[in-house]
């Protein structure tokens, strides 16, 4: 029988949570790597059992870590983060020049063909990429050197690179997005990249707030059989892209708010898209102590409130961008971390939920594998 | 040889309990220790000072004879109770919660 494997990724280690294609009954098993910042783990899918995770620490640095068997045994494998070239300067939080500084690793993006080829997002906000599976890694440079980078700047969270997707009808492509620099797309594999941020408007953020670069995306989505539309949670707005990031048109629409971190798509139906609605960019919790996801089935503009099995009062944790996901079951199942420690699980496309973990550390990603 | 307490987090990674040891090659210094350190376990290459500058990662610490040697430059002597095996040379994570 076909299931599910979650790979999730908290402040205190890495759990694995699996369940049959039910998806009711789910065990967890971890921590692994117990006391480190697990930033993200995911899953090669050209080999489900090929396994990465970005393990941090703020007093011991980097780590990878590699996994051949679904996750039961691990190996380390090669922390060195190197930027290519001179550093640079971008922007500080008050506006002045900075330099270049790795910090972590955000996202893991393993390629669509190859096991041993996974781009890595890291802070400050640059692209590596190994093809050797993990032992090195090298900055694709083109993104740090844009002409536009010393004008990026932090956001909250860190001048991160935190979404890295790849077209599934064209792998030479890719999008990325930033905090707070944007979003770009590469049409040769990582080498150059172009900002797509025309139509995002980010009022009482940026001087200019229609300006080339800056705006502080949050997270990006795509389905893989429209891989033109682009699907944006910003800072405020949720943004929709028919042009491959050309341009964007708001489709934050009946929201109660729309400010946010998360966004993802049905596995089946690239007009069905989810979001969790935060009140605001200070309160990082549910309006009115409510824990909703948003669907639309309209690509947008259009949204209803999922609330069976979410908790309706007293509930203020926040969902942060790496932290939801979708398997590729019939029916579509979603799930999602808080920095409360649940994960919740949603069998029937979000129309009803149940958790799936109750006391997990913060949760700071959640992958979805479906297992055949 | 040298004696060496590592952190738990950094026994963990290198795979090891307790307390190791390793060769210094001539007079050993705080430099040479680390070296030693990253070459028998390369897992710990990053996690104890920059991979290309060698500076020390702000929340490491470098312990001995109940001194902190943190700051000292990385071609000092050890104390010699640590070069003849007497005391250990601690590697620390700073104090801090979270």
């Known amino acids: 029988m076909s299931g599910v494997r979650l790979l999730v990724g908290t402040r205190k280690g890495a759990f694995i949570l699996t369940a049959d294609g039910k998806r009711q009954q789910w065990d967890i098993a971890g921590p692994h790597f117990g006391g480190w910042e697990i930033y993200h783990l995911k899953g090669s899918p050209a080999d489900p059992n090929r396994l990465y995770a970005s393990q941090t620490s703020g007093w011991f640095g980097q780590i990878l870590q590699r996994s051949n068997d ?37 996202h893991l993006e393993p390629s669509l063909k190859d096991p041993d080829t996974v781009y890595a997002g890291v802070e400050d906000a640059a692209m590596f990429r190994t093809t050797d599976g993990g032992q090195n890694w090298q900055e694709l440079t083109g993104l740090r050197t844009h002409q536009s980078a010393g004008k990026w700047q932090p956001g909250a969270g860190g001048l991160c690179l935190h979404t890295i997707l790849i077209d599934p009808s064209n792998p030479k492509r890719l999008f990325i997005a930033i905090s707070a620099a944007g979003a770009f797309r590469s049409e040769d594999e990582g080498q150059s990249w172009r900002p797509i941020n025309k139509g995002l408007k980010s009022n009482n953020e940026i001087p200019d707030p229609n300006a080339e670069v800056g705006h502080c995306v949050h997270r990006l989505a795509m389905h893989r059989s429209k891989p033109g539309v682009l699907f944006m949670q910003k800072h405020w707005d949720v943004m929709r892209s028919d042009d491959a990031g050309d341009s964007w048109r708001e489709v934050s629409g009946n929201l109660p708010t729309d400010f946010g971190f998360v966004i993802d798509v049905h596995a089946h139906d690239p007009e069905t898209i989810y979001v969790v609605p935060i009140k605001s960019d200070s309160e990082h919790y549910p309006p009115d102590g409510q824990l909703r996801v948003y669907r639309s089935r309209t690509g947008g503009e259009q949204w209803e409130a999922l609330t069976n099995g979410l908790p309706q009062r007293d509930c203020y944790v926040n969902v942060l961008r790496d932290a939801m996901s979708v398997d590729a079951l019939d029916k579509c199942g979603v799930y999602f971390g808080t920095t409360g420690g649940q994960v919740y699980a949603s069998a029937d496309g979000g129309d009803t939920w149940t958790a799936a973990a109750l006391n997990l550390p913060p949760v700071l990603s959640v992958e979805a594998q479906t297992l055949p | 040889m040298i004696r060496v307490i590592l952190p738990q987090h950094l026994r963990t990674l290198a795979r090891v309990d307790g307390e190791v040891t390793v060769d210094v090659p001539g007079p050993p210094t705080l430099g ?7 070459s028998t376990y390369p897992v710990l290459q990053g996690t104890m000072r920059d991979h290309v ?22 071609d000092n002597p050890l104390p010699e109770p640590v070069a003849s095996g007497a005391e250990p040379f601690l590697v620390v994570g700073a104090m801090a919660g979270g």
Do not use: I, M
Request: hydrophobic content about 30%; aromatic content about 16%; some cysteine.
């Open chain 2, 32 to 38: 040479g220790v680390l070296t030693a350190l990253e």
């Open chain 1, 70 to 106: 679904a996750g039961k045994t691990w190996e380390t494998v090669g922390n060195k983060f190197v930027y290519d070239g001179p550093t640079g300067q971008h922007l500080w939080y008050d506006g002045t020049p900075h330099p270049w500084e790795f910090k972590r690793v955000w």
């Open chain 2, 53 to 74: 500058t060698l500076k020390r990662r702000p929340f490491v610490r470098f312990y001995a004879c109940e001194q902190d040697l943190s700051h000292d430059p990385p």
